[in-house]
């Protein structure tokens, strides 16, 4: 394989292989392009529908190769030769939060347009292509969906592998993500069963065990990193008097919102000698609005600040007092393992949806690194695909 020198974007310098070029679908804001970037790939070509999450992909990646619009619309001429195509497709319908709608719902549909896209590719169909979710992926309609959706893959020439990754390996936000991998089949040997992993948890691997008419291939991987980040790594240094930390009245009302055994949680926080922090989120229970503190020094999983119930809390106490306010964009930035020279030029809830809707920078980086380019680099097809 020949390299190509160096490539410069977005601040980054790295040694980029001809063969390791992608091509992004559902692009957000760019943070798998960061994250494959990190590991030497050149991103050739973005799409995304949303022209909020759009203006902070072109502050930090530029404009010239990003495509606005939906993907229903997207002519496969304007689509270059890539050997990767990566999607991550709306999950409104597949999301327990949401309608579970699934792949027929009116925003998760749109993972149609990409078999479309790949099949009007023909021949010159990417060598991998990969998917991320949310779990209930795997779960809607009773698994229906998801097989539908590997079958989709299998038929245009694609073997197929599913990984279960959890951002909390790499930052202290816990967000579970179903990864699937598809492969340009040669016609070689494949495994179809697969083992009980961290990677591949119980239901994913009782799912492809009992799928045996998918055209699976899955390939044994290493165990994510065990997470040891916590909350205070990302949290910003604040000075008491910043306008983010609320009032007496706003915060006396959040302790008011805690259930009897969140509330114990909050004054033991208050009563230790050193300084922590916890999340909550505000959910309805029993007809009230309740706050729920998380104090294990993880994040809950950003979501997208819809009907202002997504919006994460931050409680810092110790030393006999607490203070509370909301997370601030670049703490959301940083519990993506996006880093701080990420430029987040837009008001808070346009970067909030942003980041909710984002996938995490390193655990992309970790697929990349461990599935993606060993795959490519051991293929002997030509990068840019081959027929079905």
């Known amino acids: 394989m020949v390299a190509s020198g160096l490539v410069t974007n977005n601040g980054l310098q790295h040694r980029s292989d001809d063969r390791l070029t992608a091509a992004e679908f559902f692009a957000g804001i760019g943070l798998v392009r960061l994250a494959l970037m ?30 606005l619009g939906d993907i229903h619309q997207i002519s496969v001429a304007s689509v270059p030769d890539c050997s990767l195509y990566t999607a991550s497709f709306p999950c409104n319908d597949l999301s327990v939060a949401g309608a579970m709608g699934g792949l027929h719902g009116k925003e998760s549909s749109a993972f149609w347009g990409l078999v479309r896209i790949l099949k009007e590719k023909g021949e010159r169909r990417p060598q991998l292509v990969m998917l991320e979710n949310v779990l209930g992926f795997l779960m809607c309609d009773q698994g229906r969906d998801f ?14 592998d599913a990984l279960i990754l959890n951002a909390s390996s790499f930052v202290p936000q816990s967000r579970p993500r179903l990864f699937v991998v598809a492969k340009h089949y040669d016609g070689g040997e494949t495994v179809n069963v697969a083992a009980q992993t961290v990677v591949r948890p119980a239901p994913l691997a009782r799912f492809i065990n009992l799928t045996p008419h998918i055209r699976w291939d899955i390939r044994p991987m290493p165990a994510p990193p065990a997470g040891t980040h916590v909350l205070s790594d990302i949290v910003e ?18 302790m008011g919102q805690l259930s009897t055994r969140h509330e114990v949680a ?36 950003l ?18 007092r607490y203070q509370v306010r909301l997370l601030t964009a670049r703490e959301c930035a940083r519990l993506q393992g996006a880093p701080d020279d990420f430029k987040i030029p837009v008001p808070l809830n346009q970067a909030l949806f942003g980041f909710g809707d984002a996938v995490c920078v390193p655990v992309v980086e970790w697929i990349t690194k461990y599935y993606l380019h060993p795959v490519l680099v051991a293929c002997d097809a030509r990068p840019t695909g081959a027929a079905a």
């Open 237 to 254: 240094d604040l000075p008491d008097n910043d306008a983010h930390w609320w009032n007496e009245e706003r915060s006396q009302y959040f």
């Open 303 to 320: 979501r997208t600040p819809r009907g202002g119930s997504g919006r994460q809390i931050l409680f810092k106490a110790g030393k006999g």
């Open 266 to 301: 909050a004054k033991d926080m208050i009563a230790d000698q050193k300084v922590s922090y916890a999340t909550a989120f505000r959910r309805v229970r029993h007809g009230r609005s309740m706050a729920e503190l998380r104090t294990d020094g993880l994040a809950g999983c």
């Open 147 to 160: 097989e539908m959706a590997l079958l989709a893959l299998c038929d245009l020439g694609y073997t197929v």
């Open 38 to 67: 990190r590991q030497g790939w050149r991103v050739d070509w973005a799409n995304d529908i949303d022209a909020d999450k759009a203006a902070m992909y072109h502050a930090n990646f530029g404009t010239s190769d990003f495509v």
